[in-house]
């Protein structure tokens, strides 16, 4: 199988200082990755380079196109991204903010049509948003607002979806509500996902692969389906230091070693 | 979550039509030129009135009226797109540099090539229009293209403006220049004739149809700069169109007006405060609701003295009021 | 709640509007509005013909032509007010500008213009109001004539006055005697302006002693008339020499303390509109070195009739005034009264109460 979305060699450096060291990964269709590590490992950073939001060396694919060289417009056809919290949007509805989704397939000054208010209502049925429709975005709560932007994300329809940490400004209920929302829908529509996380256990328990980050470089792997219990938790000591991996049911937690 | 009420889209329109139609007809009915209402129909039904009343009504009162109108939407939009982009609830068209670059543009007209009205005009048009040049140019120039920049640019620009503009005030006349160019800064529709109106019309009915046309663009620069890029929004060239059609509006409004205080920054807290949300509908409303501001301080502007008072004198006492009683809701809000 | 405040709001609005309707609409169809036409008696063309245009051109550079003498004349400008007056034609004025209350000259001259319409200042003009008049002849000051195009659309006449100078004062009284069709009476204030000015050279020409007159501004004696002000014209006139000589601008220059102790003048005048005393000066104590100071030799130009400094159609006793007061041993302030009294008999039509002169 190809991969959906590639990225070669990407380096990124602010001035002097290079954070990304020829970084490289694929996604392959239904697939949601995430990238892990600690605090300045650099995870936001190779995000937002892989959006495109800040230059970088390498090189960028979705599918058979190559994103090098596009510009915003051209490339919101194939990323879409959630940001780790939508800024302050005064006095725009629901509904609105998911509509917003169909400006990638627009014309500068085009309308969204019937087809894409289809759209929109179907997203918002699909995330159970459908009563929310006509609410003052900014009155919601996180959860809600992160999975309207998730919605607006299904409108956008880019194969590719790119989440800087989702679920950080989510309470317990929410978090496990809006990855399961997530890692499902790419799953059924064969997206890739890419989402930087801060909680290895989140990760774990939803995505199909960990990256694992480390100062600037990707350190090594874990496929959640394959690697044996063992390897795994070597591999997360690498970032994480002296821990314990337990194992319940079909599900991995990690500990704090004492 | 309290629920707040908010008034069918319908009804809030046909709640400010209706007021600003009965501001249009008190507008266009009162002046110090007697013409009474029957006989501005006989006018426009062609009957019988005296000449001279038929072309008070034609040449000053209806063109005044108009441009009254015109003003309001004018400002009253931009106003809206300024405090949308910005993501600022207190922009106004100083803050790219419109207002004080028309003024100096109107103040070295009235220096060096004497205060007529046309030159005056096109002196206005053309600072707001160089300033805000020079603002997307100092952007352009910056390694950083956040609305924080346009910001920064604009207080830089406005306030090389402003250090112009008192050079020239300290080396005006002060018996005529320096009193013409303080009463451009405080604006007055007294000397709108038919021809004047006709001559700003169609760059103010350009940036107006721009405008409605680049609506969406608009409520997506609404959005965080990371989230309107990621979905599509070509950022840069937007915001140019949007801000060169903004100021064109603008500028060609206040190139003959002079400044009109307060309804660029009241007529969208108002339009927010009825509609209870921001989109183009609210953009809308607020022209509407600056029209109706700027005709009834227009009329009260010829009509309360035998002598023209200054507009802006009027529209900030209508919007000082406004923006306290906003202050005030606000901090009801929040706690 | 929310229903509530908007509802009220509206309302508000609403009888803002209402309220403005009731109270603006009765003023329209009051008496007191002027019905031109019907009401004033036609003012007789002079003899001067009424068939023939009349075509001049103003001080703005248009070309001006009226079918006949102008009979219903709106003034926007104090200097043109009082020119009607001079010429005797004040009786053709239909409204002017605002603020007559203000000037003394109207009240003493002619009172009846108390009661004309007002059509603002040059600051704050009401067109309509101008317009409402129904005049035959529309005066602008320069600064005004931006306005010109809203009267050339709806037909009336309007003719630029500029009166900045003597020469300017001259041509523009010259200009509205004929637009009025009545030319001669322009000749006769000139004659009068020539024969007084003759005679004041006369008196000053074999003087060799001129002494420096320092011309204090109307707001604050710390500013002074340069040379190329009107005012200033005044002090060549009378005989003296401008302290002020030396100081670029055109337009009241404000001057430091050490500036003026150094200019040290002989005389020091205070302009008709001065906001302040001579007391002021006098008693100064930075000033109290300077000449004039130390001689009491500050003088305040009356104020009872018109502002002598500036190029009104009374100009002329400014300089009469100046002379008395910088060279009292040959024109004495008895003599200035008389002639005063003279001139305001012969060109405005009243008697002046002497004593007003100081």
């Known amino acids: 199988m190809k991969p959906l979305f590639q990225i070669e060699n990407m380096s990124v450096a602010y001035g002097k200082k290079s954070v990304i060291r020829g970084a490289d990964l694929a996604i392959y269709p239904g697939e949601t990755c995430a990238l892990l590590g600690l605090n300045g490992s650099g995870k936001t950073t190779l995000l937002r380079a892989a959006c495109g939001l800040i230059a970088s060396d390498g090189k960028t694919q979705v599918g058979e196109v190559s994103l090098d060289g596009l510009t915003d417009r051209q490339r919101a056809k194939y990323l879409s991204y959630i940001p780790q919290m939508t800024a302050l949007v005064r006095g725009k509805s629901v509904f609105e903010i998911v509509l917003m989704g169909a400006n990638p397939h627009l014309h500068l000054l085009e309308s969204p049509g019937p087809t894409f208010h289809q759209a929109a209502r179907e997203a918002l049925a699909r995330l159970q948003l459908t009563d929310l429709r006509e609410q003052e975005f900014d009155t919601l709560s996180q959860g809600q607002k992160q999975l309207v932007v998730l919605a607006r994300s299904i409108v956008q329809d880019t194969p590719v979806m790119l989440m800087d940490e989702p679920d950080s400004a989510l309470d317990f209920r929410n978090r496990h509500l809006v990855l399961g929302v997530i890692t499902r829908l790419i799953r059924e529509q064969q997206r890739a996902g890419l989402i930087t996380m801060h909680d290895p256990n989140f990760a774990m328990a939803y995505c199909d692969r960990l990256l694992l980050l480390k100062h600037g470089d990707i350190i090594g792997q874990i496929e959640m389906n394959r690697d044996s219990h063992p390897l795994i938790q070597e591999k997360l000591s690498q970032i994480y230091g002296p821990i314990e991996l337990i194992r319940h049911r079909d599900s991995y937690f990690m500990l704090q070693r004492t | 979550m309290a629920k707040y009420f908010r008034l069918p889209k319908a009804a809030l329109f046909s709640v400010v039509l209706f007021l600003l139609l009965i501001a249009f007809v008190i507008s266009i009915t009162h002046g110090q030129f007697p013409i009474s209402l029957s006989e501005i129909l006989a006018i426009v039904t062609g009957g019988e009135v005296k000449d001279i009343t038929a072309r008070v009504f034609f040449q000053l009162r209806l063109p005044r009226t108009i441009m009254a109108l015109m003003a309001g939407i004018g400002l009253g939009m931009a106003g809206n797109i300024y405090q949308t982009i910005f993501k600022n609830p207190l922009a106004s068209p100083d803050i790219i540099g419109v207002s004080p670059g028309a003024t100096l543009g109107a103040a070295v007209s009235i220096v060096l090539l004497g205060s007529a009205t046309l030159t005056m005009a096109t002196g206005a048009f053309i600072g707001g229009i160089m300033v805000v040049m020079f603002v997307l140019f100092l952007v352009r120039l910056s390694p950083s293209h956040t609305m924080t920049t346009y910001v920064l640019a604009g207080i830089v620009m406005g306030s090389i403006a402003r250090a112009f503009i008192m050079i020239l005030k300290f080396f005006a006349d002060p018996a005529s220049e320096l009193a013409a160019i303080e009463f451009w800064t405080m604006g007055s529709l007294a000397s709108i004739t038919a021809s004047k109106v006709l001559t700003i019309a169609p760059l103010f009915g350009l940036s107006l149809l721009g405008v409605i046309l680049l609506r969406r663009q608009i409520d997506l620069l609404a959005l965080s700069e990371d989230e309107a890029r990621m979905l599509g929004v070509r950022l840069t060239q937007v915001r140019l169109f949007v801000l060169g059609l903004t100021t064109l509006m603008v500028a060609s409004i206040i190139s003959i007006t002079g400044l009109i205080g307060f309804i660029g920054l009241v007529s969208p807290h108002i339009a927010r405060m009825m509609h209870q949300r921001n989109n183009f509908t609210t953009t809308i409303l607020s022209g509407l609701i600056g029209a109706i501001i700027i005709l009834i301080a227009d009329t009260l502007a010829r009509s309360l003295l035998q002598s023209e008072i200054p507009i802006s004198i009027l529209t900030s006492l209508i919007g000082v009021p406004v923006l306290v009683y906003y202050m005030f809701r606000q901090k009801e809000l929040r706690s | 709640m929310k229903r509530n405040r908007l509802i009220s709001l509206l309302l508000v609005i609403m009888i803002i509007g209402l309220s403005l309707a009731g109270c603006t609409t009765p003023a329209?169809?009051?008496?007191?509005?002027?019905?031109?036409?019907?009401?004033?008696?036609?003012?007789?063309?002079?003899?001067?013909?009424?068939?023939?245009?009349?075509?001049?051109?103003?001080?703005?550079?248009?070309?001006?032509?009226?079918?006949?003498?102008?009979?219903?004349?709106?003034?926007?400008?104090?200097?043109?007010?009082?020119?009607?007056?001079?010429?005797?034609?004040?009786?053709?004025?239909?409204?002017?500008?605002?603020?007559?209350?203000?000037?003394?000259?109207?009240?003493?001259?002619?009172?009846?213009?108390?009661?004309?319409?007002?059509?603002?200042?040059?600051?704050?003009?009401?067109?309509?109001?101008?317009?409402?008049?129904?005049?035959?002849?529309?005066?602008?000051?320069?600064?005004?004539?931006?306005?010109?195009?809203?009267?050339?659309?709806?037909?009336?006449?309007?003719?630029?006055?500029?009166?900045?100078?003597?020469?300017?004062?001259?041509?523009?009284?010259?200009?509205?005697?004929?637009?009025?069709?009545?030319?001669?009476?322009?000749?006769?204030?000139?004659?009068?302006?020539?024969?007084?000015?003759?005679?004041?050279?006369?008196?000053?020409?074999?003087?060799?002693?001129?002494?420096?007159?320092?011309?204090?501004?109307?707001?604050?004696?710390?500013?002074?008339?340069?040379?190329?002000?009107?005012?200033?014209?005044?002090?060549?006139?009378?005989?003296?020499?401008?302290?002020?000589?030396?100081?670029?601008?055109?337009?009241?220059?404000?001057?430091?303390?050490?500036?003026?102790?150094?200019?040290?003048?002989?005389?020091?005048?205070?302009?008709?509109?001065?906001?302040?005393?001579?007391?002021?000066?006098?008693?100064?104590?930075?000033?109290?070195?300077?000449?004039?100071?130390?001689?009491?030799?500050?003088?305040?130009?009356?104020?009872?009739?018109?502002?002598?400094?500036?190029?009104?159609?009374?100009?002329?006793?400014?300089?009469?005034?100046?002379?008395?007061?910088?060279?009292?041993?040959q024109y004495s302030i008895d003599q200035m009264r008389d002639d005063a009294a003279e001139f305001y008999r012969e060109f405005y039509d009243f008697d002046i109460d002497p004593s007003q002169i100081n």
């Open chain 3, 28 to 329: 329209q169809d009051s008496p007191e509005a002027p019905l031109p036409e019907a009401e004033s008696p036609e003012v007789q063309a002079p003899e001067a013909s009424g068939d023939s245009p009349i075509t001049v051109t103003d001080q703005g550079g248009n070309v001006v032509t009226l079918d006949q003498p102008a009979s219903r004349v709106v003034t926007t400008f104090y200097g043109q007010t009082y020119a009607m007056i001079a010429l005797g034609l004040e009786d053709r004025l239909v409204a002017m500008e605002t603020g007559a209350d203000k000037r003394p000259i109207y009240s003493l001259a002619a009172p009846e213009l108390m009661e004309l319409p007002n059509v603002g200042s040059m600051k704050e003009f009401n067109v309509e109001a101008a317009i409402a008049a129904e005049p035959d002849l529309m005066l602008l000051p320069k600064r005004l004539q931006e306005h010109a195009d809203a009267f050339a659309a709806v037909g009336i006449p309007v003719a630029i006055c500029h009166p900045e100078s003597q020469e300017l004062l001259e041509e523009m009284l010259t200009m509205i005697a004929t637009l009025c069709g009545q030319p001669e009476q322009a000749d006769k204030l000139i004659d009068y302006y020539d024969e007084t000015y003759d005679k004041v050279s006369e008196i000053i020409a074999p003087l060799s002693e001129q002494p420096t007159v320092y011309l204090a501004g109307n707001s604050d004696y710390l500013s002074v008339a340069p040379d190329s002000m009107y005012q200033a014209s005044l002090i060549a006139r009378a005989g003296g020499r401008n302290a002020a000589s030396g100081i670029e601008g055109d337009y009241w220059v404000d001057v430091s303390y050490e500036q003026l102790l150094s200019l040290d003048p002989e005389v020091i005048i205070l302009p008709s509109e001065a906001s302040y005393p001579p007391e002021d000066i006098l008693n100064d104590p930075q000033l109290a070195e300077l000449r004039a100071v130390q001689n009491k030799r500050v003088y305040a130009m009356p104020s009872a009739f018109e502002a002598w400094d500036s190029p009104v159609p009374s100009g002329v006793l400014g300089t009469l005034w100046l002379l008395a007061k910088i060279h009292p041993d």
